[in-house]
């Protein structure tokens, strides 16, 4: 087992060395270790304290984690079907592991003595905090349960794990699955060359004539944008908008790929979760380790922030339809138009097209200046590194201040098969120090954007168009969230620890910069001429910065009440479906309606296969904090760059730096000096009364 590289802890990843054989063996070997070290932690100590209960609990957690999140993280980023068993044979044991870990009563015994001991106020806040999320973790895990229950609640997690893999798993080949080919050119009238090059590149790998297009973003998103055939864009409309369901089989052919069934299992499981731990509902039990108090809170937000967008919104919306029909001869406006209408009036408004604005992005000069802009923000520098990877495309990097290593990352930006759409940062590896040894971060930084063409065998720079930009800039927000961190205990140093709907405020945050002509004239080059952005059309990407703000504030709103609504007050026993409570919601708060084939909660990894279940309107809640805090540095440059030095240094140390070592609250009044406002979200999105 010596040789296993999952078992390897004392340096980087072996990705170059790793395969779906080493996954079980390892895996076996640390639960094995776990339950030892479980078992001797269980025995009876005349004194509970940090060293010689805390760090061994700790210990088991990064090893386990650590290898598991490897497993995990290839199972995203390069699915094969060895990997993917290997994956699903394993993933019931950690997860009955740590279920029995957190229903384990001599363990939660063990820290309510250390949280009541005298010991307990001589620990650091840090170390504070963890006991105190450690005693409320173990509530939420089962362990107050009696015995019966206990089992009940580890078989609901066990279910409610493989249930959450096989939802993700559907959207994968689901969207793998489906290929649309396209023989004659003229029918992509209205495409850019750039994405007709990489559809002809697809086809001719796949050994057919033609131009081939995926349900992957970069490939599907601009036929709805571009394309001037509307039967086109309603084709791979349909496709997307119905995959991994039951109306996705008529392209699919594959009835195993609908996840109908797997929503309502999860909501069932969800919601018996929540009444054996003695809650109402689901959403009361995820909000127990948020920012947010109450579902009614959270509704009441997400209402009133629909009341304000909703006037904006029908403004945006009458627009799009008298420009439609008067211009583009669409009087009946369909969901697969308004992308395309959408863009056409953006052209015509503000005399720029966001495929003219792309060839300014190419991807050389744009993580140059990313790099710049966080050098600069935060005084560190970043190098490349060497390290072994998953895929010939992923490059390494290393952060360093001061001649000092701080933290490193991985970034894989290019959307290929056997990788799960859409874009996340994930750990790695987190900080945590001694008097002998700090152990730096590392994270993963994901994306899904278009790869590099190749032209008569040349590859060319990739380009991104500004909304990748801003992606981009939006996953290092999280990144340095966990690599800048300060904290030297792991349970709360980087994003671990952070309430999760406050840890989107970094991310946000960062989504600012891509707006600024500072950065933007150091992160752009023409990519045939090499001319920075010119000012003109840079005005003019500012002035469009809040077209239909207020149709997507409502589009927002409207996910997230959805979510709210199924974790809430939601009851299948009352015979209405999914689909009904959602027609419900979008008929009370959506302004553009979808057909009623669409699916989309089908393929809603968010809430049914990540971490954002009752808690979506993250996003908005975490943007009200990230535009308050951007509003420092706007207030700070009018006084000088001394002072916008100064306000750089503060969001360093009172936000990214503490991570979640104290409540996120307590994070921003220290850094803003107040409680947070939404004057700012409002003004940024161009809704201030």
Sequence with gaps: MTTNPLLDFSGLPRFDAITHEHVTPAIDTLLEQARATVAQLEAPMEEVNWD????????????????????????????????????????????????????????????KQLQASAAFASLSPARRRIVDNAVRDFRLGGADLPEDKKERFGAIQEQHAAVSTRFSENVLDATNDYKLLVENELELAGLPDDVKAAARAAAEKAGKQGFEFSLHFPSYFPILQFADKRELRETIYRANATKASDQGTVFSKKEDWDNTQNIVTLLKLRDEEAKLLGYANFAEVSLVSKMATSPDQVIAFLEDLARRARPYAEKDLAELKQFAREELGITDLQAWDVPYASEKLQERRYAFSAQEVKQYFPEPKVIDGLFRQIQNLFAVEIRPD??????????FYRIERDGRLIGQFYLDLYARAGKSGGAWMDDARGRRADAHHVQTPIAYLTCNFTEPAVVGGQAQPALFTHDEVITLFHEFGHGLHHMLTAVDELGVSGISGVEWDAVELPSQFMENFCWEWEVLEHMTAHVVTGE?????????????????????TLRQVEFSLLDMHLHYDYDAASGQSVQQLIDSVRAKFALVIPPAFNRFQNSFGHIFAGGYAAGYYSYKWAEVLSADAYAAFEEARALGPDASTETGKRYLQEILSVGGSRPALESFTAFRGREPSIDALLRHSGMAA
């Design 386 to 395: 060497t390290a072994s990877v998953w895929h010939q495309d992923v490059r």
């Design 52 to 111: 010689n209960f805390v760090t061994p609990l700790d210990q088991i957690g990064e090893t386990l984690g650590r290898a598991w999140s490897i497993v995990n993280h290839l199972n995203s980023v390069v699915d094969t079907p060895e990997l993917r068993a290997a994956y699903n044979a394993n993933q019931p044991k950690v997860t009955e592991f740590w279920t029995e870990l957190g229903q384990n009563e001599i363990l939660f015994g063990k820290y």
């Design 532 to 552: 920075p952005l010119p000012r003109a059309l840079y005005d003019k990407l500012l002035a469009a910065k809040n077209f239909q703000s207020g149709l997507q």
